[in-house]
């Protein structure tokens, strides 16, 4: 199974920028869907954006137009640009991904994201 390792987060102020980053153990080109949840305290976990493997991406709609998901295949890696951040952002990002017919999705540990002044 693959493993995947998220870095990226951070403590950020409102209005601010981050870039999350999601690498990948093997290819990246032939997942069936990757993208990044979140979970924030008290909250259950929720899709932030995903992408498939024709490169169709689907994002929640408290982020479209803030944020952007892109992949670099030869690096393997995942990322989130997260613009024009909000406190309501705050939570623990988690990149998944699965593969065509696969029963499980791999998960990464997470990686916080903070947006407070």
């Known amino acids: 199974q693959v493993q995947l390792v998220e870095s990226g987060g951070g403590l950020v102020q409102p209005g601010g920028s981050l870039r999350l980053s999601c690498a990948a153990s ?3 080109v032939s997942f069936y869907s990757m993208g990044w949840y979140r979970q924030a305290p008290g909250n259950q976990r ?3 954006a995903s992408i498939n493997s024709a490169g ?8 479209k137009g ?11 890696t995942l990322y989130l640009q997260m613009n024009s951040l909000k406190p309501e952002d705050t939570a623990v990002y988690y990149c998944y991904a699965k593969r065509f017919l696969a029963s ?11 947006v407070s002044s």
């Open 26 to 28: 093997e290819s990246i």
């Open 46 to 48: 929720a899709l932030v």
């Open 56 to 63: 169709a991406t689907n994002y929640a709609d408290s982020v």
């Open 66 to 76: 803030r944020f952007t998901l892109s992949r670099d295949n030869a690096k393997n």
């Open 104 to 114: 499980f999705s791999s998960w990464g540990q997470g990686t916080q994201v903070t």
